[in-house]
């Protein structure tokens, strides 16, 4: 089982970067899939969540309107669109199932920044 992110980047306020999450080693289509993000010194936080089929769904409070979550299961891919970045968006950002029960991967660093 591996997640691969990538994407990440520097970008001004008001800026936008998309995400990527290549999955491998397990039935994509069977899970629901998710994006998180994680700053030092606290836990990881919950995004958004996809279902199955791309339904976009539980968006946190502090994203919504401004990320957008799909999924394309030919390649076994999530993305995260971002908008409107904030210099709070800064963080690292994973993907993993609604339940965060596979191995993480490395991550992609987001840095929000004039």
């Known amino acids: 089982v591996q997640l691969v992110e990538s994407g990440g980047g520097l970008v001004q306020p008001g800026g936008s970067l998309r995400l990527s999450c290549v999955a491998s080693?397990?039935?994509?289509?069977?899970?629901?899939m998710s994006w998180y993000r994680q700053v030092p010194g606290k836990g990881r936080e919950l995004l958004a969540t996809?279902?199955?089929?791309?339904?976009?769904?539980d968006y946190v409070d502090s994203v919504k309107g401004r990320f957008t979550i799909s999924r394309a299961n030919v390649k076994n891919t999530v993305y995260l669109q971002m908008n409107s970045l904030k210099p709070e968006d800064t963080a690292v950002y994973y993907c993993?199932?609604?339940?965060?029960?596979?191995?993480w991967g490395q991550g992609t660093q987001v840095t929000v920044s004039s």
């Open positions: 996809v279902t199955r089929y791309g339904v976009a769904i």
């Open positions: 993993n199932t609604d339940s965060g029960d596979l191995p």
């Open positions: 080693g397990f039935t994509f289509i069977s899970y629901r």
